[in-house]
């Protein structure tokens, strides 16, 4: 089996990779290495050909192909190896990487540091168990999204969209400037989970209309999907009885969830957070296997993928720093708690004094839509360190604090973010 | 065209049959309607191989299930199929009236010979199975139960049976039986005469439409439905055995099992219908399964989320419950093979057996002597990621297809999606190479492979991306070219979903 060394080995070649692996070049790191499963760098962007990225990174609208072209633009003039078509398979031990390739075959990577940035799937109608038949017809919005603009081919012509996640949002525009009719876009939520201007640019825009609180509730057709019952569901999203209506169409498609892709996480014993379902992170991206770091849509489902970029790039300055010794560990890791009307918190610790970032950012998502609230975030004595006013608040849009490390003093312990109206 | 022997039906009951006769000197033939074999309850069952103790040994199945177990393993080597013998089954109870039933069952099984079966108590319970509901109080123990790939037993049979000769016709429809003098001279298909000595009738669910093409029949398959869920290989270990539930008014008995692939398969309910193309699952089934059995039994399991899929599968059930193999009453060289329900998949390999000697006992012109080169084995499939890492380096060197990865949840490489096309049953679609590969059976549902495989059989088959299906016939994964639909004449309709 062939070996080679490495300092820093990217495992993905998407958004979250290709940020991470230049911001560790621009570190000082000397042998990087990108591995990419697919045949081109840019992972899930290729397929992105819609604009709106960018806004906040480069202050340009964008397509997520031109997003992408900028930084494999600037990965060109450096010395970052890249491995297209080539699928890691194992992680395990003190640095060693198992991947395989057509041209190398299987082989062994030992490296310094390793940053996961494998991104995330999309949630399949199987894992909501949807009953009635299994026809074709039936797909994820983003396998939808790759026919249509990779492949070149329509999915189908009378389209029923279930789940209002924004690559549904953007596909039911596709499909429509395609010259499919896209009936319907159905969310068993009372509120959309896409973002604000997608729900107003792909639906409002177009006269296809979104119905909160309805699901899908039995497929039928044998062999081509033929039609769907839709439904009304009550708060506890169980089907409303004689509210069932069948609504012919030929394709349904799936933006029901995006799920961090952590199948090697797992095989390297990484802990999960069960809320992210990605790894559990300190404020560097650390993973709890100290030479693992992990950024991206495999951390944690981000709406931006400028977001992606900023939190990336953390990433691979930190990995940097790790092999290099630069990280100073704190006198007492503070932990990161949170009540319950929040989803979720992004670092779950914070470990090190830091010399070069100035603040720590904190990504979060509310489980329930709301207005005009104070996110307060308390130290373990439940003295209030910092507080955030925001207008709205919902499940779809990712919030961002920004809490300078000045404000966390040496000797704590804990922090707890919490939420209160007014 | 022309055949000695012609079975009706490429499920595990007509491969299984076609194996068994391949030995000798005999021109055999399948024909099977869909795209596909193991299209119809050889595709979607409990995966189990029972060693009979609970049947009632003077039926027909009892007899041919209690014979059959011994064969597996042998069969099971021979043709490189995955089978764990020795996986045990528990029977899991709660309160004394279970226990009433296990007694019952001891004595049943052994009665019918079987050995090892015993009950155990609340601690050792526990301690074979650690994540069982604590409060299960005991369980009857069986350790013959084994389980097996269905797909691939069935594959590996019609394989077998391709290698030594055998003709297998695909989207192959019976639609008439020619009798002249009492005896069969043909079969119509839809793809034209063929012209036979005898007919096996192994349709499955439609043997009662074949039976009844030659004679006044007294028997009907009706479909019994059954539900599964299919968990996610992340829950694989959490359950180490076969894990029956008591019957209740409800259903009767079901059960929870590691497969042999890893993943944890949970069902069924037994619901009689009428439609035998109704492979749909249900609301109130899967709720009923998984309230009454899974979280009864293991708590942990959730209702949804890391499902892998949830599935329906059809029992070929013959009126009088049991198996019916016999001549047709009428009509010479013609057999049926109706009824195998449960358990038949552990008898296939009786069933077979039997068929051979109602074959011998027509005393036709036929050879019955051993194919000089008979071949006991198939190729074995290659499956990646089970081999050591230098022995695939060996397979992408000599064909580097092995070493790009098309499935990544299930870590598929194209080179074998391209030998499952060309294999001896050819994967004609994405269905059809999932079962064999496996490409598509993970986490995702073929969300990220799907577009490569159909990319795959588009250039293997040679044929537009359009014609490609889900699982044959009119199952389409595509429409049409993006713009075709834009550039259409006339007014379309744009109507939305009203509420």
């Not at chain 1, 940020?19 to 992972?43: D, F, H, N, Q």
């Not at chain 2, 059995?293 to 949830?310: A, D, K, S, W, Y």
């Amino acid at each position: 089996m062939k070996k080679s060394n490495y300092d820093i080995v990217v495992i993905g070649g998407g958004p979250a990779g290709l940020a991470a692996a230049l911001e560790a070049k621009r570190s000082g790191v000397k042998k990087i290495l990108i591995c990419e499963r697919g045949s081109s760098l840019g992972g899930i962007l290729e397929q992105c050909i819609h604009n709106g990225f960018g806004l906040q990174y480069f202050k340009e609208e964008l397509t997520g192909p031109e997003y992408a072209d900028r930084f494999i633009k600037k990965l060109e003039g450096t010395d970052i190896d890249v491995k297209l078509n080539t699928m890691v398979i194992d992680i395990f031990g003190k640095g060693r990487i198992i991947a395989v390739n057509r041209v190398e075959g299987v082989f062994e990577i030992e490296t310094k540091a390793a940053i996961l940035a494998m991104g995330c799937r999309e949630r399949t109608r199987e894992a909501l168990t949807i009953p009635g038949d299994r026809p074709s017809g039936i797909m994820t919005a983003g396998t939808a999204q790759r026919y249509v603009n990779v492949e070149g081919y329509l999915p189908g012509k009378e389209i029923v969209i279930l789940g209002s996640g924004d690559i549904g949002l953007i596909m039911a525009r596709r499909l429509t400037l395609e010259g499919a009719n896209v009936k319907g876009v159905l969310e068993i939520m009372p509120y959309s989970t896409g973002l604000i201007r997608n729900k107003v640019q792909c639906l409002d825009d177009f006269q296809i209309p979104l119905y909160l609180n309805h699901t899908v509730s039995c497929i039928h057709g044998k062999e081509r999907l033929e039609g769907v019952t839709i439904a009304e569901v009550d708060k506890s999203l169980k089907v409303i009885p004689k509210t069932e209506k069948y609504i012919k169409c030929d394709t349904l498609l799936l933006s029901v969830g995006l799920i961090p892709e952590n199948e090697l996480s797992q095989k390297a014993n990484i802990k999960l957070d069960s809320a992210t379902k990605g790894p559990i992170v300190n404020e560097k991206r650390q993973t709890s296997i100290p030479w693992i770091f992990a950024s991206g849509n495999v951390l944690q489902v981000h709406d931006l993928v400028d977001n992606v970029t900023e939190e990336s790039e953390i990433a691979g300055r930190s990995a940097a720093e790790y092999i290099n010794n630069q990280l100073i560990v704190r006198r007492k890791k503070i932990s990161v708690t949170y009540t319950k009307s929040i989803g979720y918190v992004v670092p779950q610790f914070i470990n090190f004094n830091d010399t070069k970032e100035k603040v720590i950012k904190f990504y979060m998502r509310v489980r329930h839509p709301d207005k005009n609230v104070n996110i307060i975030v308390k130290d373990n004595l439940g003295k209030v360190i910092t507080y955030f006013k925001k207008d709205t608040v919902t499940p779809g849009s990712m919030l961002v604090l920004l809490v300078p490390i000045s404000l966390l003093q040496d000797n704590l312990e804990n922090i707890n973010i919490s939420i209160t109206r007014g | 065209m022309q055949t000695d022997i012609l079975i009706v039906g490429g499920g595990v009951i007509g491969s299984a049959i076609a194996y068994q006769l391949a030995k000798y000197n005999l021109d055999i033939t399948i024909v099977e309607k869909e795209s596909d074999i193991c299209m119809g309850s050889s595709k979607a069952n409990s995966s189990m191989i029972h060693d009979g103790y609970n049947v009632d040994g003077s039926t027909l199945k009892g007899k041919l299930v209690l014979k059959a177990n011994s064969y597996f393993e042998n069969l099971c080597r021979n043709l490189y199929v995955p089978y764990v013998k020795n996986l045990g089954s528990i029977f899991v109870g709660f309160g004394d009236n279970d226990l009433k039933i296990m007694k019952e069952q001891i004595n049943n099984g052994e009665k019918n010979g079987i050995q090892g079966l015993k009950i155990v108590g609340k601690e050792k319970l526990h301690q074979m199975e650690p994540n069982l509901n604590p409060n299960a109080r005991f369980g009857l123990y069986n350790p013959n139960t084994g389980t097996i790939n269905p797909f691939e037993l069935n594959r590996a049979l019609a394989e077998n049976a391709v290698l030594n000769g055998v003709k297998v016709l695909l989207n192959t429809e019976v639609q008439n039986v020619i009798v002249r003098d009492g005896k069969v001279k043909a079969v119509q298909t839809n793809n034209g005469l063929i012209r036979t000595k005898v007919v096996i009738n192994a349709a499955g669910l439609y043997a009662d439409k074949i039976a009844a093409m030659v004679e006044k029949i007294d028997f009907e398959i009706k479909p019994r439905r059954g539900q599964y869920f299919l968990y996610d290989k992340k829950w694989g270990n959490l359950v180490k055995h076969a894990i029956y539930s008591a019957p209740t008014k409800v259903s009767k008995g079901m059960i929870i099992l590691p497969t042999t692939e890893g993943n944890l398969l949970a069902g069924s309910n037994a619901e009689s219908i009428n439609d035998k193309e109704n492979f749909a699952t249900t609301f109130d089934a899967l709720e009923g399964i998984y309230n009454n059995m899974i979280f009864h039994l293991f708590p942990m399991l959730p209702r949804n989320g890391e499902v892998i899929t949830t599935f329906a599968g059809l029992r070929a059930v013959a009126t009088g419950e049991d198996f019916i193999i016999d001549y047709a009453k009428t009509v010479k060289g013609f057999i049926n093979v109706a009824g195998i329900q449960s358990p038949g998949l552990s008898s296939s390999p009786a069933i077979a057996m039997m068929v051979e000697g109602l074959v011998r006992d027509l005393h036709y012109d036929l050879d019955f002597t051993e194919k000089g080169n008979y071949r006991v084995d198939r190729p074995k499939p290659l499956i990646l990621r089970d081999l050591p890492y230098e022995e695939r380096n060996e397979l992408i060197k000599r064909n580097p297809d092995y070493g790009t990865i098309i499935c990544r949840c299930e870590t598929v490489s194209k080179g074998e999606i391209i030998d499952a096309i060309h294999s001896p049953i050819p994967a004609t679609n994405i269905d059809a190479i999932k079962r064999r590969t496996r490409a598509g059976m993970g986490r995702c549902q073929s969300g990220f492979c799907g577009p490569r495989v159909l990319n795959i059989l588009e250039n293997e088959l040679n044929i537009s991306p359009l014609k490609v299906t889900k699982k044959g016939k009119e199952s389409y994964v595509l429409a049409m070219n993006n713009k075709d639909l834009s550039l259409q004449e006339g007014r379309r309709n744009y109507e939305k979903i009203e509420l």
